[in-house]
């Protein structure tokens, strides 16, 4: 029921930045704990960072933490990713996705039901 696409994708030199965005619809989003994955080819699905439904909490990947900003407009139905100094490692399709279930320092692919349908991020060296 609640339908998810992200947006902001492309290619960027190492060291640049860009800014993702996952727009939800259908219903409203506000009580959602929201999250990004990422897919590299050949890798598993890997964790980047979530936030709680009211935008408070948040938590990042060791890999990203200093260089990433997760972020929500709830007015907006709207949930960010702004990256920057980005490296030729972060290439990967970029998914957003949303669940209900409290927000922990663990996190567990399988306790998000929604996802979206992903976005290509290229990062050249």
């Known amino acids: 029921q609640l339908q998810l696409v992200e947006s902001g994708g492309g290619l960027v030199q190492a060291g640049g930045s860009l800014r993702l965005s996952c727009a939800a619809s259908?219903?409203?989003?506000?009580?959602?704990?929201m999250a990004w994955f990422r897919q590299a080819p050949g890798k598993e699905r890997e964790f980047v960072a979530k936030i709680s439904w009211y935008g408070g909490n948040t938590y990042y990947a060791d890999s990203v933490k200093t260089r990433f900003t997760i972020s929500r407009d709830n007015a907006l139905n709207t949930v960010y990713l702004q990256m920057n100094s980005l490296e030729p490692e972060d290439t990967a399709v970029y998914y957003c996705?949303?669940?209900?279930?409290?927000?922990?320092?663990?996190?567990?692919?399988?306790?998000?039901?929604?996802w979206g349908q992903g976005t290509q991020v290229t990062v050249s060296s």
């Open positions: 996705a949303a669940t209900r279930i409290e927000l922990g320092p663990k996190t567990f692919e399988a306790d998000f039901p929604s």
């Open positions: 259908g219903r409203i989003s506000s009580y959602y704990n």
